[in-house]
């Protein structure tokens, strides 16, 4: 980064400040923007006193150098933006030109097949005359521009030509030209019958030719050659009828009445079709037969039912005479023909029979008397039942046969309606189709005149201007089946898809990720930036600067060094605070490696664990043990044990040891302030390990007792209106902010947005074989 211009002449007026004069103003920079290279200073950060001596002394800024402000060299470009944001996200494109391709492959692949029939016709720019010359009426058909050449294509797209293509195909062949297509689809709804015939048909000239392809698409090969030739037939027959509408008014006539009397030969055939559906007539003189036999059986049971009626209704009134009279229904005929009655009657006259033997010779007690007599009271009582069951059942016998009887008439007077109503649709049937044989005649009569009268009036000089040059043939292809093509519109689609949906992303996308995220969005100077360390882990990444495993990272925290050390804010800055936005920025990492550079370059440095709540500098050094600031702070151990000696050479640690239920009492108890205050007269520099500004306020309780604050913010994690949120609320504590470390930078993305890891530097971070270097020298 360009080194601050510690010239004092660009500064702006200090401002008065009682008992706490230093911070001074932010100047004139971020008020007239970055064009001035952070204005004219970025402030006299401290023209007064700050704890006894000049804080900042000079001018922040970096001098006159064009930045982002207003005219600068370094103004956004917008389409710079988009290139950085397709960089970034780039495997985006990538899977969706993938998902696309897979997606238009396997519809591709799931499509019903379709097959395209293609006949080619010929426009003449003169319609051919046997009799030489051209008349008025020619004039109007003649190709000369072309206007006239599209009009004529226009023609062949007319609705009237469908109608007449609709009108030659049969039923069942026009309800399979329809049935794939009339439902359309979700955006189109059900489609009409010349909507389907439009959109299927294709009718398209061929460049700088008098010749047009006539196309039909259907996924049934030979009915797409069908209908093609139908068109073709059908464009060609309108022409011709067109020429004649204009130079034969009575053959025009002629055409109109014919047209009429198909329209009535068509509406006859539906009525008769009608007829025939609703009246059920398909075999009428069947069905008037059927009808008939039924009847002739309903009538024979209907006097059968009535001979049975009568029959009961004449025994009922018999029955009903001798209950009256009180003799035995029992001696009815009918009811003796009964089974059940005839055998309870014979077995009493036979029990009879046994008792009167019984009496001449047994007495009225004797067993076999007796049991006898109440064996034939037993018989009677049968006799009895069975008499009743058998009235009962005459009388039901006569209910059934009056229902049947009613349902018989019933179905009876049905049968003679039915046969009424197929006698009226018969005539009226017959009527239909003397009328359709009738115009039919006289349609086949019209049609040869008007054939003869188109004879005559085209061997005297008229004729059609279009010939059928090619019949319709059919590719063996379907037209819908190229795998090649759907991949290409797959990929292109997946491309322009994921283009656009990085470029909505990356402009609502307000995460920090540049120098110019920082300096615009949170209006802070960018100390510098460290890229993400993957090499190392545990005490060798908390103490990156004392090995060269990952050099880049290394050099990164060391550019940073060198730009605290070139600022004249820092040079009497001895109390850092570290902090940031969220956890898991990186605070700790930068903190413990800026001390150990501070402390290699022969400095007394300390690093303070501040986070009491979530503490990091101890697990991340390798700390086991339990003592540190916690202990002390409970009178378990004095400061001098709490502080871990020589953690490197001149860099001493102070952990938290157990984390604290009551952070803030401890950040705001005397005695913490008081340590700070100690531990600054023991120490050149100390380094503060706060907790994150968006999480927890306890970094706000420690500035007090602080130089500087260095603000982290990890690459490509914070929103901008977060951080800025915090950063506000350390200025309105006053706080003197030194600038932002963005950290875990992405290597592949930093020279995009920054001018820092470029490939050509990176010889400067591995080392060179001998060989290499004698040889760069022998260059040189």
């Known amino acids: 980064m360009p080194t601050p211009d510690p010239s004092s002449d660009n500064r702006p007026p200090e401002p008065s400040r009682e008992g706490n004069p230093g911070y001074g103003s932010y100047g004139q920079g971020y008020g007239q923007g970055y064009g001035q290279g952070y204005g004219q200073g970025y402030g006299a950060y401290g023209a007064g006193n700050y704890r006894g001596g000049n804080y900042g002394g000079g001018n922040y800024g970096y001098g006159n150098n064009p930045g982002y402000g207003k005219g600068g060299a370094g103004e956004s470009n917008p389409i710079q933006n988009y ?41 003449f720019r003169l319609s051919p005359n046997i009799n030489g ?48 297509y009339q439902g359309g689809n979700i955006f189109s709804g059900p489609l009409t019958e010349q909507e389907v015939f439009a959109r299927q048909r294709g009718i ?50 002629a055409r109109i009445e014919i047209e009429t009397l198909e329209d009535k030969v068509r509406r006859l055939n539906e009525q008769k079709n009608g007829l025939i559906k609703n009246q059920k007539l398909l075999s009428i003189a069947k069905d008037t037969n059927t009808l008939t036999a039924e009847r002739s059986v309903l009538v024979r049971d209907r006097e059968e039912t009535r001979k049975q009626i009568d029959e009961n209704e004449i025994l009922v009134l018999v029955i009903a005479s001798y209950e009256s009279e009180g003799r035995p229904v029992g001696d009815i005929p009918q009811i003796r023909a009964d089974n059940d009655v005839a055998a309870a009657q014979t077995a009493i006259s036979g029990s009879k029979i046994r008792v009167s ?25 049968q006799l009895k039942e069975a008499t009743t069951q058998a009235i009962k059942s005459r009388r039901s016998s006569l209910d059934n046969a009056k229902a049947r009887h009613e349902a018989i008439l019933r179905n009876l007077l049905a049968k003679e309606e039915e046969i009424s109503r197929l006698q009226a649709a018969n005539v009226d049937l017959e009527r239909v189709d003397k009328e359709i044989r009738a115009s039919e005649e006289f349609l086949g009569r019209m049609k040869l005149s008007y054939e003869d009268a188109k004879l005559r009036s085209s061997t005297s000089g008229t004729s059609t201007s279009i010939s ?4 319709p043939s059919v590719s063996d ?68 600067a004392r090995q060269d495993k990952d050099r880049i990272a290394t050099e990164a925290v060391r550019s940073i060094y060198s730009a605290l050390k070139v600022n004249p804010a820092v040079s009497k800055t001895r109390v850092f605070l570290v902090t940031s936005t969220r956890p898991s920025e990186g605070k700790t990492f930068v903190a413990t490696n800026l001390a150990l550079l501070f402390a290699q370059h022969s400095e007394r440095v300390l690093v303070i664990d501040a986070d009491l709540r979530l503490p990091n500098v101890g697990p991340s050094l390798g700390f086991t043990g339990d003592g540190g600031l916690s202990k002390w702070f409970n009178a378990e151990m004095t400061l001098d044990d709490a502080i871990v000696r020589d953690v490197a050479p001149g860099l001493d640690v102070l952990p938290v040891g157990l984390s604290c239920k009551n952070p803030t009492q401890v950040i705001n108890n ?18 503060i390990d706060s907790p994150p500004i968006g999480a927890v ?40 902010i030194l600038g932002v470390v963005l950290n875990s930078m992405s290597i592949r993305m930093a020279s995009a947005y920054t001018d820092t890891y470029d490939s050509s530097y990176r010889k400067y971070y591995v080392d060179e074989p001998r060989g290499a270097t004698d040889s760069d020298s022998a260059k040189s």
């Open 83 to 123: 290139l950085l944001m397709l960089k970034e996200r780039y495997w985006w494109i990538l899977l969706a030109s993938l998902v696309f391709l897979t997606l238009s492959l396997l519809n591709t692949y799931n499509v019903v097949p379709e097959y395209r029939a293609t006949g080619r016709l010929r426009v």
């Open 133 to 180: 010359g051209s008349s008025a009426a020619d004039d109007n058909f003649k190709i000369v521009s072309n206007d006239d050449f599209f009009t004529a294509i226009e023609a062949m797209r007319s609705a009237n030509i469908i109608e007449g293509v609709s009108k030659r195909l049969t039923v069942a062949e026009r309800k399979q030209v329809l049935e794939p």
């Open 204 to 253: 398209n000239p061929q460049r700088q030719t008098l010749v047009i392809n006539v196309d039909f698409t259907h996924p049934n090969r030979d009915l797409a050659r069908q209908v093609a030739r139908l068109f073709c037939e059908s464009i060609k027959k309108n022409s011709e009828d067109d020429r004649l509408m204009v130079t034969n008014p009575l053959i025009e006539k």
């Open 357 to 381: 033997q019984m009496t001449e010779t047994y007495t009225d007690q004797h067993p076999k008397l007796v049991a006898e007599r109440e064996a034939l009271k037993q018989l009677e009582r």
């Open 468 to 471: 059928i040059l090619d019949a």
């Open 477 to 544: 292809k379907p037209i819908n089946k190229n795998y090649y093509f759907s991949a290409l519109v797959g990929i292109g689609s997946g491309l322009l898809f994921g283009v656009v949906l990085i470029i909505v992303i990356g402009t609502l996308d307000d995460r920090i990720k540049s120098a110019k995220d920082v300096e615009g969005s949170l209006g802070l100077p960018l100390i510098g930036t460290i890229p993400r360390a993957t090499v190392t882990s545990g005490p060798d990444r908390a103490l990156l």
């Open 670 to 687: 005397p005695k913490f302030l008081a340590m700070i205050e100690e531990l600054r007269g023991r120490y050149d520099r100390i380094f």
């Open 697 to 736: 306020s306890d970094a706000l309780h420690i500035l007090p007792k602080t130089d500087g604050v260095i603000y982290v913010v990890r690459y490509n994690v914070v929103n901008a209106r977060n951080a800025v949120s915090c950063i506000s609320r350390l200025r309105d504590a006053h706080a003197p």
